[in-house]
DNA sequence: CGGTTATTTGAAATACGTCAATTCAAGTGG
DNA sequence: CCACTTGAATTGACGTATTTCAAATAACCG
């Protein structure tokens, strides 16, 4: 349903795949996890070792996400992402679930909220719960560092999904979207952002991610097309001119804790 | 500032105080705690030996948040809030923090990010640390029980306040909005929700945690008031048609897991 | 009582949503 | 290779929700 434009963008191989690991599967995984903290070869074979329990879906699928049952896990080919649904049809998306991000790690689901976990394209899964069950070990290793910041990231993202959803105009929303995920992307050739990077989501998506209207959504893209901040086109998005766009995205300002306020 | 009408209304003795306990100031924190599990003697003591970190806040006070170094509190007496600032001044309020509630439990903060924790009206606060070091228990107590519970309750609100933020309209907003507050207040004389509950906030508070303009939010509580759903005065806010209520606040949608979808 | 802060209201501007139609890209079957 | 289908992207016209600016009350406080 969501992947006929875009399909083959983000199966497009990526250059900077880790060396020396067979298994496809996990490179993109391994990549997101090796960016936060640097892994032992033993932590590489424990995420190897999630390959068994490895399972697809097809785009459109509802995952079954209750949180004590299911577990947490990894996603490691395809987008999805979690959503909440309303009796007459709207639904928010809540976050997106990029390929070697995680879902299931927080408390989220409970039947009855309308929660649910939607494959976005093809969907590629493996279980989490052999790495989280373990703990906070004696002496954590990189790997668990690294799983300890994924779960920072995924709060602080929270956090600007809804100062985007409260505060932001459309062009500031999408701004601001476009440049989370980019930083999600990876860094680019120069160390700093991508300037190109695989983005396989429907204008329709995102724009119940950003609480904005399809044909609105498409008419902000148009105006921050026509400035020349950005581009997005089959399954891909360009960043055309970073500084302005970081400007439209009116970043947050830092703040110092003080005893007894004004 | 924000607790000049307002200041005595959330001051008032509650019915149902947990009785023997002589501390007043751990009753709000005991009552709702209680209300997610029974407490065993030893668990009451465990929080009363919170009291030796009590402390207090005037008003409008930027509490230091740094996760690692602060650590997890409640509050005991007052209102608080999460917030996120941005350069121009536009806030986003994140979530509320009530007598007895809880905050810096999750890896929020970050100083970079614009966020704090700011009180709302005079406040107490006790540090949470001793309980929640202490990790999971090989027998888990009631207490520790309801310390999970709490967790599930905050993420499950952040969700909620995302659909609100992006899917509902003004109206609908201020509905779900005033009957998250009146399950927070705990229940009334009937075991439902109270018909009337303390909520000492301001228009201009509760308008930025809902992403409205002051004035719109109050033109959109005249609305509420006027259809006789609802009535906000001096700090207190009363449900007058409860079923009404929650018509407007368009609840979410229960959903089955599915494999491969529509 | 005077000063301050919250609430309330009016009028005008604008951002955004809805409805409806058209274009465009990609696949499918002949 | 070309009609034909389908879902996504795009555009126009119009109505409505919400914001902004400005001012007037109303509640609280010392």
Known sequence: MADRRIASAWQAPGRDEPAGVREAWARPLLRRLGRLATLTAEDIERVLALGVTRRRWPPGSLLPVDARAWGPHFVVAGWACNQRTLRD????????????????????????TGHSVVALTALETVAAGSLADEGPTASPSGLDHALQDVWFEIEARRQDHMVRLGQLTGYERVAHFILEMQRRAGPGA???GARSFPLPLTQEVMADALGLSVVHFNRVLRQLRAAGLLEIRGGMAEVRDPAALAKAAVLPVPQDPVIGGP
Do not use: K, W
């Not at 049809?89 to 009855?112: K, T, V, W």
């Open 190 to 192: 120069d160390g700093g």
């Open 89 to 112: 049809g709207r639904r928010q998306i809540l976050d997106f679930i990029a390929p070697g991000e995680g879902f299931g790690f927080d408390p989220l689901s409970e039947r009855h």
